[in-house]
């Protein structure tokens, strides 16, 4: 596609359960970031892939969250026994080479009550 | 810890007037200083980045003016228009570190017509 797109664009989930939010890359960009955006804050990263490999998974809070990009392409944000502290948009961005200047999606919303 | 602040954390200006804002950065292994422009309901998008040895990058209206010793870079938006209201992040990354952003807090920015 032409962008990065993200699904679902809204997620509302109850506490303590198991959400996965997706993220389609720009076809050909084998850098993948995801990022975590709080209401009126800088996204903070989370994890990024070069290939199907996590290269630094650093920004992942706790291990209730964990991510996947098992052919290089699509990936998945897996978030286990979610808190309300977990509500957040969720986003991700690809870029060619991990070189300068990534394209964001628009994100997931996730809403934990 | 937050390795990038920025400033202010909104401005208001007359349509016509110049926006100015600034960050400032703790880590010397950044090289790499984008600016991204963020509308409601959207992901950031790039809108102007400089590396550190230059001084100054100028792109249409919008402007980054980088100070190395002081650690500090600044985003001036020229002849400010009703369309560039939106929030401005500035963020820093070291490249060869896989590109992975730290942001700052962000600008509102309100441009009256």
């Known amino acids: 596609g032409a962008g990065v797109s993200q699904t679902p664009s809204n997620k509302v989930t109850e506490k303590g359960k198991y959400v996965e939010l997706r993220c389609d890359p720009i076809s050909g960009h084998t850098a993948l970031y995801w990022y975590r955006q709080s209401l009126g804050q800088g996204p903070e990263f989370l994890i990024y892939f070069q290939g199907t490999g996590a290269a630094d998974d650093s920004g992942l809070p706790n291990d209730r969250f964990f991510a996947v990009r098992p052919e290089g392409s699509v990936s998945t944000l897996k978030i286990q026994r979610t808190e309300r502290g977990d509500s957040a948009v969720y986003l991700c961005?690809?870029?060619?080479?991990?070189?300068?200047?990534?394209?964001f999606g628009s994100g997931t919303r996730l809403t934990v009550v | 810890q937050q390795q990038v602040k920025q400033s202010p954390q909104s401005l208001i200006v007359q349509k016509g007037g110049i926006s100015i804002i600034n960050c400032a950065y703790e880590n010397t292994a950044f090289d790499y200083f984008p600016w991204y422009q963020q509308f409601p309901g959207k992901g950031p998008a790039l809108l102007i980045a400089i590396r550190p040895d230059v001084s100054e990058k100028k792109e249409g209206r919008f402007t980054i003016s980088f100070n190395k010793s002081a650690k500090q870079f600044s985003l001036h938006i020229m002849d400010s228009q009703p369309g560039d209201s939106a929030t401005y992040f500035c963020?820093?990354?070291?490249?060869?570190?896989?590109?992975?952003?730290?942001f700052g807090g962000g600008t509102r920015v309100l441009v009256k017509p």
């Open positions: 963020a820093a990354s070291k490249i060869a570190a896989g590109n992975k952003l730290t």
């Open positions: 961005a690809s870029s060619f080479d991990g070189g300068y200047g990534y394209t």
